[in-house]
């Protein structure tokens, strides 16, 4: 029989042959998501003995991992604004660095309505209703696979927000006050180049930016300030190398005090401007 210590070590040690990258870790969190346990437990019982049944299913998900299925679709979750969300191959997984979108929106969003343009999972429009005091939110995706998991999501949190199917505006209807959006942003070349958990298990369609990675940034430019409030915001979550692009398109558009924000490596991250409703200063 083995101890959770022995499945765990031996999680650890399949991980690295399979060079998975924090194979440390993800051994860790699968061990923890199969038990139940958190690091303090797994201490004081680090020498329990486990069945047969319960190591077959733990390597089980070793295997899973091993073959570079992202860790988030083998647990079905994923955490973002301190909030755990259900994610599969359907939606982008949330990154720690949108956080950094929805911080910079949060501090604007209170007693305003939010639209939240390629919403995925929803993690954006819902952390922005649970964590703030907006008026309304309606996140809009393509996809309704993806909104699927989002309506999925907002049962699951409690959120009073709602999810529209439409490709971008086509189906959208009336004036916000912030217009956000993780938009697709990676250069179509670019993919292949990816980390295999991404390319070969994210959807194409919320990774692909199109030639440039800026497709997605000029189609919502194009009509964002008809849905756009006087005084209204535009927050975007970018590339590390598409600050400066995306601040001319919203130059370009009639927005004013754009500002870069950058993400806790130091790279940029988002690009945020305001519309008010007049010939934009050059």
């Not at 437990?41 to 020498?47: E, R, T």
């Not at 971008?168 to 009336?174: D, P, R, S, T």
């Amino acid at each position: 029989m083995k101890t959770l210590e022995n499945a765990l070590q031996e999680g650890r040690k399949l991980l690295k042959e399979k060079q998975v990258a924090d194979s440390d870790i993800d051994a860790w969190y699968l061990l923890s998501f199969l038990f139940g346990m958190n690091r303090a437990q797994y201490l004081m019982h680090s020498s329990m003995f486990i069945t047969d049944e319960q190591y077959h299913e733990y390597m089980e998900l070793i295997k899973k991992r091993g073959n570079h299925i992202p860790l988030q679709h083998i647990t079905g979750e994923q955490e973002f604004m301190g909030m755990s969300f259900k994610v599969s191959q359907e939606v982008l997984i949330p990154r720690q660095d949108t956080e950094i979108l929805a911080q910079e929106a949060l501090k604007v969003s209170d007693g305003k309505t939010v639209l939240d343009m390629c919403t995925g999972s929803g993690c954006i429009i819902i952390s922005l209703e649970k964590l703030g005091n907006i008026k309304s939110g309606i996140g809009v995706d393509i996809s309704e696979a993806a909104l699927v998991i989002a309506n999925e999501n907002k049962t699951k949190l409690g959120a009073n927000v709602q999810f529209l199917q439409s490709n971008l505006f086509e189906q959208v209807q009336g004036k916000y006050d912030i217009i956000i959006s993780n938009p697709p942003y990676i250069p179509t070349s670019d993919i292949e180049t990816l980390m295999e958990e991404v390319k070969d298990h994210e959807p194409v369609i919320a990774l692909d930016g199109k030639e440039d990675g800026l497709y997605f940034y000029r189609r919502i430019l194009q009509e964002a300030t008809n849905y756009l409030n006087p005084n209204g915001f535009t927050f975007f979550e970018i590339g590390w190398n598409q600050g400066g692009a995306v601040r001319g398109l919203l130059k370009e558009n009639g927005f004013h005090d754009i500002r870069i924000i950058k993400d806790l490596a130091g790279l940029d991250r988002v690009v945020t401007g305001r519309y008010e409703n007049k010939e934009p200063f050059t």
